[in-house]
């Protein structure tokens, strides 16, 4: 009998509850492009040597401002506290790493129309100093273990090395210079925003802490550092008197690129220590002990669909040997634990980034597969100390947080414990639909995956227009993240179904499977696209009269492919979107696409031109949108230019957006407010 009134009280308490959250619940709205860039954002994380404590970035966003900054934080790795703030920079500051004894933390700082330099920062107190005042940006800071000085890589002439006082009278004139010519006579004239014409390479200095000097490492080098991120080309030896980098190793004029591994004690000649591959070799890293450098390489030259492997070389005896050889997958971020016994990285795998630990000297020596320890989401930017590592993490309905695993505790099957939680009180306010999973029969019977996102009250029962978002690449993948370019909750909330397919081409499964459009980019992608739609259709839930499509960069490609094969789709997106293969030699990376496209300008034009989109013209009668940045040097603008001068001549419906100051992808707020403000209102007009 005494229990009865504590069950019905039990009750009444759980029916409030779940009255309550229902309430909460309908109170949530769908989110729009503002809630996306008022999200905060956590990365860069490192962890002290002692293995107790996380660096890690925070940025945020201003619409007013129209820019990001980030500052600093601080966390206990256990996740006893919660995080603090480090440093209040109405700019922006990042790449943190701590000093040997883990007092002090080195940072990159950009303050006022300044670039990028290198301050320090105790944490016994004190402001932030700093080290470095030069003319150009620092990047990719490492200390010296005497803790005394820090390595980085920055911009200089090859014939003025570290002459700062040289540099700034060179840089003034160029300013100068009314004309502002480019003017090359090699393969390398631009990369992705910027022109690379004026004859400057990235050069590894140091800095001493008491002295203020700079000394240039690489005096003289004349070879191209990792072209998008030189700061992640270079690594310091144990022992603090070698220094390895990836370089390019060929010669001008540039006609092929091979980058190769070098390594430099101080005083002396660089040395080629991966000459035998005539593919590249990328991002060495030193194990803790001294005896290995680790890095990635590829085995065929110039294929964009190439995976890359791990690899180590040898130190005491110069032999170099594969790891993990045999698993089908691409390392990426590679980092030791302290002990140098295991290394962490993260791969691609069927839609998501997860973690994976590699023994340095078990079965996965030449073979093998590593473990995973993680699972994403998207799961990246690993840092190990002692057997404990922390990394971001971040899925389709969740921002990048950082998340803290041990080995033992992976090792157990335990989940990883969340650091921070920047967002929540936003996310709570949200409603960001659902998301689920596909697996349909594609191109030739392979079994193809596709995310899905739904509507806020998505009714099964009920017909929903459909959006196909493509990723690009094509060697790349649909993932399960939250960027600010297709979002799929914020493109869901405008009350469309979200299909997101990794089509033939994709990574993350296989060799094989990223090879199957080499020398032919359009078809298999286009059949995958056509049995994704018609699986979706026979589901019950998507209005087959209202569907659109589109991606960019090759996503754009895919959506100017399908403009002229099929007129099922309403309207159809094309971003930063390739239209004209052969004018695609454009690109800056042009040395890929003799490969990816089966032929080159000069043997066999006719091969390129075949599965070109603009081949098609005569097809073409879906109304499309096209959006592109005028920097964009990877697809140039004149491709976007180039379909809607066709489309607008043939008399069917084109929009076209361009942005004057933004290149392929990386946006500032306002411009991708406007960003979404087109393809809003376009869908709408098509779809509604």
Known sequence: ???????????????????????????????????????????????????????????????EENKGDSDLWLVPADGSAPPRRLTWNPDADNRPVWSPDGRRIAFLSKRGDAPPQLYVLSLEGGEAQP????????????????????????????DLNGDWTAVQK?????????????????????????????????????????TGEVKDLTPGLARTLDFLSPESAWDLAPEGDEIAY?????????????????????????RNVTTANPAADLTPRYSPDGRWLVYRRARRPEVDAEFLRLARYDRRGGEVRGLAEEWDGSPDGAAFTPDGRTLIFSAQERGRIHLFS??????????????????GGTAGGAHASGTRIVFVRQSMLAPPDLFTLTLEEAAAGKEPRRLTSFNDG???????????????????????????????????????????????????????DFPFHWNGPLLAAQGYVVAMLDFHGSTGYGQAFADSVLGNHGEKPFEDVMKATDWLIAQGYVDETRMAAGGGSYGGYLAAWILGHTDRFATLITF??????????????????????GAAPWTDPERIDLYSPSRFAGSFKTPTLILHGEKDYRVPVTQGINLHGVLQGKGVPSRIVIFPDEGHGEFKPQAAILWWKEIFSWLDRYLS
């Open 426 to 480: 936003r996310l709570a306010d949200l409603d960001l639909g659902t998301v689920g999973e596909a697996t349909i029969e594609g191109t030739g019977g392979d079994p193809i995956r596709m995310h899905l996102v739904f509507p806020p009250g998505f009714d099964p029962e009920r017909k929903y227009p459909l959006v196909h978002v493509f990723h690009g690449g094509p060697h790349a993948m649909s993932l399960d």
């Open 358 to 375: 590699l023994d340095m000297e078990g079965s996965t020596v030449d073979g093998g597969a590593p473990k995973l320890l993680a699972r």
């Open 1 to 63: 009998m005494p229990l009865r009134p504590l069950r019905f009280a039990a009750l009444a308490f759980l029916v409030l509850a779940f009255l309550v959250l229902a309430d909460r619940a309908s109170a949530r709205r769908p989110m729009i492009p503002e809630d996306l860039w008022a999200m905060e954002r956590a990365g860069s994380p490192a962890l002290s040597p002692d293995g107790r404590q996380v660096v890690f970035t925070v940025t945020r966003y201003s619409m």
């Open 576 to 597: 930063a979107g390739v239209y004209d293969l052969m004018a695609q030699f454009a690109s800056d990376t042009n040395y890929v696409r003799l490969n990816s496209y």
């Open 131 to 158: 080290v470095t005042k030069l003319p150009v940006a620092v990047q990719g800071p490492k200390w010296f273990p005497d803790g005394k000085r820090i390595g980085f890589v920055a911009s200089t002439w090859p």
């Open 246 to 270: 990836s370089a390019n190793s060929t010669e001008p004029p540039y006609r092929t690129l091979n980058f190769d591994v070098f390594v430099q004690k101080a005083g002396a000649e660089p």
């Open 170 to 210: 060179r840089l003034d004139e160029r300013k100068a210079d009314k004309v502002q010519g480019r003017i090359s006579d090699t393969r390398l004239l631009r990369f992705w925003s910027d022109y690379r014409t004026d004859g400057r390479f990235h050069h590894i200095f140091s800095a001493d802490l008491s």
